[in-house]
């Protein structure tokens, strides 16, 4: 064989591997966005429970300071 032949059979060989790495590669930072979205998509649903939550808490408390009010007229 001659000595091009060598040279590009080295090169196809080189650059297969080089793909193969590639692809491996990829695929694990892949699966470690995958799992870091994850982690974000929990945090963000647990922080919209306490979003809607919220208002009606500070409704309940409205509530309770006027009721407290109301107590202490009431005593004077």
């Known amino acids: 064989m001659s000595d091009a032949w060598i040279g590009f059979l080295g090169s196809v060989i080189v650059g297969a591997l ?3 790495g590639v692809i491996l590669s990829n695929s694990r930072s892949q699966a470690v966005t ?3 979205l994850e982690e974000l998509t929990r945090e963000v649903r647990e922080h919209n429970g306490f979003a809607r939550r919220m208002p009606v808490v500070e409704e309940q408390i409205r509530v309770i300071n006027h009721r407290i009010s ?3 007229h009431l005593r004077e």
């Open 18 to 20: 080089t793909l193969l």
């Open 70 to 72: 109301d107590l202490e």
């Open 34 to 36: 995958e799992t870091k």
